[in-house]
């Protein structure tokens, strides 16, 4: 955990549902409303990041955060808020906002996570005003919603890529495969730096 910087300004957001999209179904959004305006923010979310929103806007709250928010009743941590960020290859993610008594630190976790956190234990949701600021300014229009293909998941990848194909949209197709193919060529040089790592421990096993 870190510990925050705070002389970021930052402005409160009101989870206010979760859609899908409507060209592409694996796109899952969480929709957030700038308090005390009519402002949405559209934070792209997994299928199990949607599935436990889902439920936890229906009022089921998860093992998992109900545990959390009880164990830091029980050792007299202090959840001040939680803190929405984005990520260098624009993955939207969370950080809640620990206070001891001493010093604050964080806890980073997924958007599902982070807003559930929020709502079970009653605390803010943020995010930083110039950041806000920055989304708000990229969006397309009403109804239309931009992201970074590095956010999206190779099946919301896919399905982009095939809509793109039937719509003869062959630059944006190409970008498409081209961020697949990348994809699976840093998952191959993974694999095989992974099994080269279990063959010298094996054979280091062996010869000792």
Known sequence: MNVVNMEEQYIELIPDGLTRGAPLREAYFLMLCEKGTKKYLPVLLDEEEYVLLLENLQGKTSFSTHLMCRVTRQFGICIENVRLYYTAHGRARCDVLLDDGTQQKRLACN???????ALECKVPLLISQALLEQLQQRQKGEGQVSMPITAMSDQL???ALQAAASEDKFELAAI????????????????????????????????S
Not at 188 to 206: G, W
């Open 111 to 117: 958007v599902a996570e982070g807003v559930a956190i």
């Open 157 to 159: 990848l896919t399905e």
């Open 176 to 207: 498409l495969r081209d961020e697949l193919k990348r994809r699976r060529q840093r998952e191959e040089m993974y694999n095989l730096a992974a099994n080269e790592t279990i063959s010298k421990t094996s054979s280091s096993e062996e010869q």
